[in-house]
């Protein structure tokens, strides 16, 4: 991928690109706290063959011990250590200044066979920060509370967001008595209970978290895609979180007919019909690429029914449609594409679509007075960042919708995420901690 | 589909429609017979249950219990009969003229649950053709010779054109010692002994037929498609018999990814890719159909693979084509503009294809001026025929390949065939068989 010139937060000026200082006297984050706590946290919630992944269930053993590993090294540090109902844990490290506080977090559960960074690496580098300010014998600017966030992965209760969205008191009664967790059929609420959490609480839509009283929530995490692999750089400042509309079980209705023996006028060919869309759908990308905006579109299953062969023209496809935006316009105009290529492809090839149940979720703009504030810090420590939009979801998005300035910071990351072979360099994870650092240590600014 | 001007054979003239008269004194073909037999085959080779079919399995007990009806009603007019050492029949009448014989012929096996008429419209018609003579006390200008065909269905034997090929003497003996009949395993060699034939005659390459003893065949036979119901006509002449090309087996080697995390520029979009080869192959069989140019592409199975998901890009697609003409010319165009897109494609989405083995036939043209002769005979009978290509391979291919002036009429069928909703009607039938007698009545043409 080509960046444009303005996704270039720092070009690294010719022969400075080692000089990556934090400001006179600042503390340094402790990276070897974090690596200490990675291999833990391997060790203990691995599924005990190298190289096969972790597993951190949501409200499972894992994430209980991960949790007890971060709750137990705040607690070295003497920071205060609350847990909400929801069981997310919170570890606030007193500021210089009174004030809304900074927030660092992200998840500690995992997908089955997972990676050891995905979601982890956000909570470790708040404390790695918290730990170079506790060996400094320095306060940050405001208040630091890390945040432990509780059930991120979907995979395990089908409801985004659980943890997030349970601190501020927006989980509902109906999620908690039948959202039922993969694997063993527990109920969302059962499971919170289980793990010494209060679903009453949260059935009464009690919040933790108050949304004036925090002046950032900054989420570093693995980027989940190839970019900055790709273009060689550490880090990537998230500019939004992509929304999205998806058909999952959408189909295609032709007709089964002779492949030789019908001519092309008296086909109904689902096959070519629905060809025919992805390709539409495509040709709508490549145009708003053009245009600079952003958007992904992925057709992730196609196949034609189970009565198709080889000389038989399709009489069916199955098929699944994911639209991904950071820009709501966006997802609107192409919700516009899909309508009229359907309509166009119907009358041309005499089929039927049957979209399906429309399913998605709304983009989230990371604030953009933090993403200049952290572009400045960036700079300053000659680090080499990128401004990028974020494909998957995160607890970030909850954060956004409730009105805090929220901004993530992506880590470089190799072969994906969701599996063992993430692979995060430890380097590029110390890259974001001093960002983070550095702001803790300036302190969120005025707001415009 | 809308037909050109040159494709139809006759447009009869207002008011004269129901003209449908033979040259004074000329034999009718003797309809009733047809229906008797057609019900006799229904009731003594179905399934045993009404609208599920009818089994005549290659060299099996249905295509046997087929051959002894027709046999026996040849032998009723006197006819000389004949069985060769692959057990095709042959059922000759003496002609007014001596020379090469008139040959008229289709085969009598038929798919697993299959319709009652695909292949046995064709044997039928010839008996109600000589029947006819033979009631009007007359002889045809030649010898009329019928041929009931055997093992043309290559679901049975994965061979093609068993019976026909036999009779030339172009059976291998791999085949008949390797080919085996789906079912039971049966090898076609034991298969054909088992029915009466000599399978060493065949493996020495003894040759039934002499082509320059045949002055024409004519297989009258049920379109498979729609286009004579579509255009409400009631019988075609088959310009061609398509050939092919096809890859049963490609697929389309991508990369698995996140669909939110993955940019365009590093997407290996498998399903994105043979979506863009199924439209260049179509766009492409558009412009050769605005040029008159005959042509059928068909991708009758295209899926994602067993890893795809919903929020992944597509990391494999297996699909089939299927590529036809009546024109080698075409094939080859064909040919290369699959060459191309693949090529460009590859290119443009950085995946690999793996067509796999091409396998194919040649396509088989039909005797031009045998066509126009019976143009002439249709035209004077008032029928109202359309000129079509055959999407089908038939018996006729090997006719025509082995050097004898061949011609195919299609009878209008609904339904397609290959199934118990087979539907042809008798009327049309009768005008096939009317075109037939007509032309044995007048006999071949000297040969330009």
Known sequence: MTPSAQDIVTPVPEGQGATSLLPNGA???????????????????????????????????????????VLREAGRMGMVCEVDAACNLYMTMKGRENGPAVMVGSHLDSVPAGGNFDGAAGVLAGLAVASGFFKAGRRPARDLTLMAIRAEESTWFGASYVGSRAAFGKLTSDELDHVLRAGDGIPLGKAID??????????AGTAHLDPSRIAAFLEPHIEQGPVLVGEERPIGLVTGIRGSFRHRHAWCEGSYAHSGATPRAYRRDAALATARLVVAMD????????????????????????????SKIAGRTDFSLDVRSEDLEVLDFMRGELAEAVAAIEAECNVRFHLGAETGSQPARMDSDLLAHLGRIVQAQSIDARKMPCGAGHDSAVFAKMGVPTAMIFIRNRNGSHNPQEAMEIDDFAEAARVLSGFCEEGPQERR
């Open 27 to 69: 503390p340094q984050p402790d990276i070897p706290l974090a690596v200490k706590l990675f291999a833990e946290l391997e060790q203990r919630t691995g599924v005990g063959r190298p190289g096969h992944g972790i597993n951190r269930t949501s409200y499972g053993l894992g994430e209980q011990i991960a949790h007890e590993i």
């Open 194 to 203: 289980a793990a010494g959490g209060d679903a009453e609480k949260l059935r």
């Open 283 to 310: 040709d709508a990308w490549k145009r708003l690429t053009a245009a600079g905006r952003d958007l992904a579109v992925t057709f992730g299953q196609v196949a034609t029914g189970r009565d198709a062969a080889f």
